[in-house]
């Protein structure tokens, strides 16, 4: 679909307004290979800064997960590669810090979760150090693999990703 000079100014202005707000635009906005990805989600609240003098950073609590709607599923929007599909998803903004990570109500059902990460090489880190859970050992993974959520966003060529299987530990 061939947008207009104010269609294409208006998607580019609210590319910059999603960016600003910590949002992946190009999760919550339609592209060009899928029309419908994802509605999005409410706003992500902080709590109020905690009260130890240790940590001066407010205590982030994510938005509950969007749900993708039949359309999507039907449109193949909530599938992350050509195997994995999730059932719902929840996009974090920079520096978010998830302390129990949402998941799905039964096997099979995946609950998929975004986190906006800084490219730059002095304060880029591992999405995956963004969850403060017990995370177990590696199970398992794949390189070269690509992510539909995960774009170069002048491009919007698919990045070349790692793929790692990763279980939760209980404790005692």
Same mark, same amino acid.
């Given at each position: 679909?061939?947008?207009?000079?104010?269609?294409?100014?208006?998607?580019?202005?609210?590319?910059?307004?999603?960016?600003?707000?910590?949002?992946?635009?190009?999760?919550?906005?339609?592209?060009?290979?899928?029309?419908?990805? #994802? $509605?999005? =989600?409410? %706003? /992500?609240?902080?709590?109020?800064?905690? *009260?130890?003098?240790?940590?001066?950073? +407010?205590?982030?609590?994510?938005?509950?997960?969007?749900?993708?709607?039949?359309?999507?599923?039907?449109?193949?929007?909530?599938?992350?590669?050509?195997?994995?599909?999730?059932?719902?998803? #929840? $996009?974090? =903004?920079? %520096? /978010?810090?998830?302390?129990?990570?949402? *998941?799905?109500?039964?096997?099979?059902? +995946?609950?998929?979760?975004?986190?906006?990460?800084?490219?730059?090489?002095?304060?880029?880190?591992?999405?995956?150090?963004?969850?403060?859970?017990?995370?177990?050992?590696?199970?398992?993974?794949?390189?070269?693999?690509?992510?539909?959520?995960?774009?170069?966003?002048?491009?919007?060529?698919?990045?070349?990703?790692?793929?790692?299987?990763?279980?939760?530990?209980?404790?005692?």
């Amino acid at each position: 679909m061939e947008l207009s000079d104010s269609q294409a100014a208006a998607v580019l202005e609210a590319r910059r307004v999603l960016e600003n707000a910590g949002l992946n635009p190009y999760v919550l906005l339609p592209s060009d290979e899928t029309s419908n990805l #994802v $509605t999005p =989600p409410q %706003s /992500a609240p902080l709590c109020s800064a905690s *009260s130890s003098t240790t940590s001066q950073q +407010s205590r982030y609590e994510a938005p509950p997960a969007t749900q993708f709607s039949s359309e999507q599923v039907a449109s193949r929007a909530n599938f992350v590669n050509r195997q994995t599909t999730i059932v719902a998803i #929840v $996009t974090h =903004p920079l %520096s /978010a810090i998830v302390e129990f990570p949402e *998941s799905g109500e039964s096997p099979g059902a +995946s609950i998929g979760h975004l986190f906006l990460v800084d490219p730059s090489p002095d304060k880029f880190f591992h999405p995956k150090l963004n969850i403060q859970y017990s995370l177990g050992g590696t199970h398992g993974a794949r390189n070269n693999v690509t992510c539909n959520y995960l774009r170069n966003e002048q491009t919007k060529i698919l990045a070349d990703c790692t793929l790692e299987k990763i279980t939760c530990e209980s404790t005692r």
